[in-house]
């Protein structure tokens, strides 16, 4: 019911700067947050930044904090993430989804989001 394309991945050198973009198609009725995931080969998916729809809650990962910065735009759907100082252990797979959140506490968890993006790209070179 929802689908989500992400852009913006690429290469960058150690201290560059990426922002990341994800654009929801279908009802915005399936979700009440969006966020961004990221998996490094041979690590776990982690959360790196989440927010409700209605941009009350916003989340961060303990190691992305005070470098990312995420925000939406409700008229298109569309959720950014801003990527500065970034370091080479930010370089994974970085994965739009969408989802029901029930509490600040469920923002950062892989499962309570049921709609997923193919993911993009990050490599940051030191």
């Known amino acids: 019911q929802v689908q989500l394309v992400e852009s913006g991945g690429g290469s960058v050198q150690a201290g560059g700067s990426l922002r990341l973009s994800c654009e929801a198609f279908?009802?915005?009725?399936?979700?009440?947050?969006m966020g961004w995931f990221r998996q490094a080969p041979g690590k776990e998916r982690e959360g790196v930044a989440a927010?409700?729809?209605?941009?009350?809650?916003?989340y961060y990962g303990t190691s992305v904090k005070g470098r990312f910065t995420i925000s939406q735009d409700n008229a298109k759907n569309t959720v950014y993430l801003q990527m500065n100082s970034l370091k080479p252990e930010d370089t994974a797979m970085y994965y739009c989804?969408?989802?029901?959140?029930?509490?600040?506490?469920?923002?950062?968890?892989?499962?309570?989001?049921?709609?997923w993006g193919q993911g993009t790209q990050v490599t940051v070179s030191s």
């Open positions: 989804a969408a989802g029901r959140c029930m509490g600040y506490s469920s923002l950062g968890r892989t499962h309570d989001y049921n709609y």
């Open positions: 927010i409700t729809t209605s941009g009350v809650n916003t």
């Open positions: 279908g009802s915005t009725y399936y979700y009440n947050c």
